[in-house]
Nanobody, 121 residues
Framework: QVQLVESGGGLVQPGGSLRLSCVVS????????MGWYRQAPGKQRELVAH???????NYADSVKGRFTISRDNSKNMVSLQMNSLKPEDTAVYYC???????????????WGQGTQVTVSS
């Protein structure tokens, strides 16, 4: 019943910016860790950034200083601001979240279907 939907992907020139958003809907008691992953053609899916319920963050070394992850708990949303984009950032970007779905303290992990980001001149 929980669904994650990404938006904001597209084509951008090197050095440009994009902002990705992910909205979580369905049976949500509470959101915990949320994050963004990406997968380029022929490569494994990799972590881009995490944001914890406390607001603390961590980033892959390849994006640190260029990308910023944030969350809006009132909107069940996590965003990724991507600046100074490089061709090697080209990938399908996936939203991920740990969700508590009921009063019982158990969590489950969910994925979005992905949004394409292409950085090219």
């Amino acid at each position: 019943q929980v669904q994650l939907v990404e938006s904001g992907g597209g084509l951008v020139q090197p050095g440009g910016s994009l902002r990705l958003s992910c909205v979580v809907s369905g049976s949500i008691f509470r959101l915990y860790t949320m994050g963004w992953y990406r997968q380029a053609p022929g490569k494994q899916r990799e972590l881009v950034a995490h944001i914890f319920s406390s607001g603390s963050t961590n980033y892959a070394d390849s994006v640190k200083g260029r990308f910023t992850i944030s969350r809006d708990n009132s909107k069940n949303m996590v965003s990724l601001q991507m600046n100074s984009l490089k061709p090697e950032d080209t990938a399908v970007y996936y939203c991920n979240a740990d969700v508590r779905t009921g009063v019982i303290t158990a969590t489950a992990n969910f994925w979005g279907q992905g949004t394409q980001v292409t950085v090219s001149s």
